[in-house]
């Protein structure tokens, strides 16, 4: 499984911005996408996860209202589109497979990992 993320810039707060995670190699059509970050000296942290056999998706509590994901199961994408950004958004934001399709937070579920992509969020 390769994962590819893109997306991530450097923004003003109050802005926003659209992560893509490219997806392929997957053994089943089922599984799921998740999406976590990794501010600077915090431990990682799960944002939201998408599954693909009925598209079904969980966000944190924390994200809800500014952060939503969204797939395009075809294309193998899963996208985040984050709004009204804040500095403590700033992070490395990974997205993270299972062959698995279960909208879990743990990250020992996630087999596959992209290599990230970083978000800075200015005041």
């Known amino acids: 499984v390769r994962l590819v993320e893109s997306g991530g810039d450097s923004v003003q707060a109050g802005g926003s911005l659209r992560l893509s995670c490219a997806a392929s190699g997957f053994p089943s059509d089922d599984y799921a996408i998740a999406w976590f970050r990794q501010g600077p000296g915090k431990e990682r942290e799960a944002l939201s996860v998408l599954v693909t056999d009925d598209g079904d998706t969980v966000t944190s509590d924390s994200m809800k209202g500014r952060f939503t994901i969204s797939g395009d199961i075809a294309q193998n994408t899963v996208y985040l589109q984050m709004n009204n950004l804040r500095p403590e958004d700033t992070a490395v934001y990974y997205c993270?497979?299972?062959?698995?399709?279960?909208?879990?937070?743990?990250?020992?579920?996630?087999?596959?990992w992209g290599q990230g992509t970083q978000v800075t969020v200015s005041s």
């Open positions: 993270a497979a299972s062959d698995e399709p279960l909208l879990s937070f743990k990250e020992s579920e996630y087999t596959s």
